[in-house]
Structure formats: structure tokens, C-alpha cells
């Protein structure tokens, strides 16, 4: 994960330019939602879909993996679920051995976030694994008290959400609290809150799981292996090559590329470890070419 840098009036103004009215008829139902609470969630934001992908360069705010323009391929995912919030079960070891604890209910689902399903900052683009296979409806809090009635996602702090959210500065920056070594996400803090999101967020999206995630990983292999060569030629070759390895450095690099975050930490390894970098590239480049770890 990477955070999406926007600032939110900015975000407002392309959802209008996008889709003229939408901003007004959002609040108009949320307005009744609020009015009568028997009054069921109907879908209004499947025609700002698009704002979200170009925001996030086509990629999934959650793995980062590139997701087809095609509706099979993508969800509006709302952060917060809209209408239940099913119980998290926590692995045994998180729970036991770094002291991740969820408040929830003993039994059953509670009340969903219906005042925020209109609320563009719950929103994100996410492939279908990430959030009708993975997230679904959990969203698990280390606070005592949900705050389901709340009506705007900036207040709402004090729940102590394990899961990040990366759009504006709304949230953590992702890349503070989940880093890569190599192929593998992991907590870049050594203990604290922050180490327990990024657990947390690990977990949900099982984005360490080169057996449920194959895919994932063979591609941050093969990116991993063209960075690794795109610095080579920055630091080795004559001036074409340099010139070369450096817009491939500067584009696997950025926000646009898949694997956004991984590939910067590989880069961080690549400068101040290179026996180390240039190992990680060699067993990437076998992952990619043979399937084999």
C-alpha cells in the first residue's frame, strides 16, 4: 500500500467535474438515511467509479496489484462497511504473541456505517479479491466503541481502526507503517499501534501468502528484477544506458507502477545493501522465470 496524495477539496472537485450533481444527491441521501433509519442503502456510486481508478493509476488501494477497466475486475469499495460489520477473527498468534485484540461482539455482526455510504472519503477501488474474497464486511477496531452513527470519516480517530486508509491525509501514510523485504510486507514498526495495523492489514489481504497470492508475488518479482536492472545500468553503463536505467528507475519508482511500495524499499536495499539487493534480485528473477521461491 501506498497513500493516494490528494487533498480532499481537490478530490470533491473532480468527483462534480466527473459527475455533475453527484456531491448534492450524496448528501440528499444521507439525509434521509439519517431521517429514517429503516430506510435500506441504494447505490449511487458506481458512476464515480472511474474518479477512484485514475486516482489510484488503475491499481487496487489494498495490494497494489493493476486492475482491468472493466467492472468484473473492480468494486467501489466502501472502507467502512455500509450495512453490517461481521466479526474478525484474530490468528492465534497475532493475538498471542503481539496483543492484537478486537472489540466486537461474542456472537453475531453489529451495525454498519450506513451514514458513511455516500461519503466519498469511505470510498476506494479494489479488486474483487481484496474486497469481496478478503475484506468483505470486517472492519475490526481496537477502541471500545464504534462509531456507526458517525457521519464523517475525518472524526472517527478514537476507533482505533486496524485497518489503513490510504486516500488523502485522512490516515496514517501506509509506507510508515508497512515496509518489504524483499518480496515480503512486514511491519516496519518494531512495537506500538502502528505495528498492529500493519499486522492487521498484512493479514486481511493475505498479501504475505505466496500460496493464496501467487499472482502477487510473481509480479513483484519480475518488477523487482527490472528495477534491479534499470540500477545496474544507472551505475554501470555508458550515458544512453544511464539515461535508459533511470526513467526505468524513476517509473518503477512511482505511483503509476504496480507494487509502488515494495519496489521503493527494494531500491533502499539497492543503496545501502547491494550483496543483499543483488541476492533478493536473483531469487526474484527465479520466482518470475520458473514459478519456483
Known amino acids: 500500500m501506498i497513500r493516494i496524495d490528494i487533498d480532499r477539496n481537490d478530490l470533491e472537485q473532480q468527483i462534480e467535474t466527473h459527475k455533475p450533481g453527484w456531491l448534492t444527491d450524496a448528501q440528499t441521501k444521507t439525509d434521509e438515511l439519517e431521517a429514517d433509519t429503516t430506510l435500506k442503502v441504494t447505490s449511487i456510486w458506481s458512476p464515480i467509479k472511474q474518479v477512484f481508478t485514475d486516482l489510484q493509476f488503475s491499481k487496487c488501494v489494498f495490494c497494489e496489484k493493476e486492475i482491468e477497466d472493466q467492472p468484473i475486475e ?23 504473541t503481539e496483543g492484537v485484540h478486537v472489540s466486537q461482539p461474542n456472537s453475531g455482526s453489529e451495525d454498519g456505517y450506513r451514514l458513511l455510504a455516500y461519503k466519498f472519503l469511505n470510498y476506494a477501488a ?10 468483505r464486511d470486517y472492519f475490526p477496531i481496537a477502541g471500545t466503541t464504534r462509531k456507526n452513527n ?4 475525518a ?5 482505533k481502526a486496524y ?16 515496509e518489504f523485504f524483499g518480496l515480503s510486507p512486514q511491519a516496519k514498526k518494531k512495537s506500538g ?6 499486522l492487521v492489514t498484512i493479514e486481511m489481504f493475505q498479501l504475505d501468502d505466496d500460496d493464496e497470492r501467487a499472482y502477487l508475488f510473481k509480479r513483484r518479482a519480475m518488477l523487482i528484477y527490472l528495477l534491479f536492472t534499470a540500477l545496474e545500468k544507472v551505475n554501470n553503463g555508458n550515458t544512453q544506458q544511464q539515461a535508459e536505467g533511470q526513467a526505468g528507475v524513476d517509473f518503477l519508482t512511482s505511483s503509476k507502477c504496480e507494487h509502488t511500495n515494495c ?6 536495499l539497492y543503496d545501502t545493501d547491494f550483496p543483499k539487493a543483488e541476492i533478493v534480485s ?12
Not at 472524526?155 to 476507533?159: A, L, R, Y
Not at 519496489?263 to 533502499?268: A, P, W
Open 74 to 96: 473492480q468494486d467501489v469499495e466502501h472502507f467502512r462497511p455500509k450495512n453490517n460489520v461481521k466479526r474478525w477473527k484474530v490468528p492465534n498468534w497475532m493475538e498471542n
Open 126 to 135: 479494489a479488486c474483487k479479491t481484496c474486497n469481496s474474497t478478503r475484506k
Open 150 to 153: 458517525s457521519k464523517n470519516p
Open 155 to 159: 472524526t472517527m480517530k478514537s476507533e
Open 163 to 178: 485497518l489503513i486508509y490510504p486516500i488523502s491525509d485522512l490516515d496514517d501514510d501506509p509506507e510508515d507503517l508497512i
Open 193 to 198: 499501534f502502528g505495528r498492529k495495523r500493519a
Open 263 to 268: 519496489l521503493r524499499c527494494f531500491k533502499k
Open 282 to 293: 536473483q531469487e526474484a528473477f527465479k520466482l518470475w522465470t520458473t514459478g519456483s521461491p
